[in-house]
Nanobody, 117 residues
Framework: QVQLVESGGGLVQPGGSLRLSCVASGDIFSINVMGWFRQAPGKQRELVAGITSSGNTNYEDSVEGRFTISRDNAKNTVYLQMNNLKPEDAAVYYC???????????WGQGTPVTVSS
C-alpha cells in the first residue's frame, strides 16, 4: 500500500497563490507518475497536472502558465504551485500516484482550495 497525504489547501483571494504538498509513504517503490486532480461540486474529477519520475510534466489547459508541478524524489513529495488563482479553481485537490506497469493508482484524502473574495 501507498499512503498519500496532501497539505497546503485553504482560503485564498482571487489572484492569490497557494502551494500544495503531497507526501508519499509506505510501499513507495516503483512509483513513477504522480499528479494532482481536482473535483468541484457537480463536476467530475479532472487531471490538473502530472509529472513523471524523470520530470516530464503535463497540465490541464486552463491552468497551464499559472500552475507548476514539481517533485522531490528524495523527500517522496510532489508539489503544486498555484499562482493567479481564479474562482473556478476552487475544488478539493487530490494527490495521485501510479506505479510502473500498474493498472491501479493511489489517492490521497484531498485538500480543499477555496478561492473567494
Amino acid at each position: 500500500q501507498v499512503q498519500l497525504v496532501e497539505s497546503g489547501g485553504g482560503l485564498v483571494q482571487p489572484g492569490g497563490s497557494l502551494r500544495l504538498s503531497c507526501v508519499a509513504s509506505g510501499d513507495i517503490f516503483s512509483i513513477n507518475v504522480m499528479g494532482w486532480f481536482r473535483q468541484a461540486p457537480g463536476k467530475q474529477r479532472e487531471l490538473v497536472a502530472g509529472i513523471t519520475s524523470s520530470g516530464n510534466t503535463n497540465y490541464e489547459d486552463s491552468v497551464e502558465g499559472r500552475f507548476t508541478i514539481s517533485r522531490d524524489n528524495a523527500k517522496n513529495t510532489v508539489y503544486l504551485q498555484m499562482n493567479n488563482l481564479k474562482p473556478e479553481d476552487a475544488a478539493v485537490y487530490y494527490c495521485n500516484a501510479r506505479k510502473k506497469f500498474a493498472l491501479e493508482s493511489y489517492w490521497g484524502q484531498g485538500t480543499p482550495v477555496t478561492v473567494s473574495s
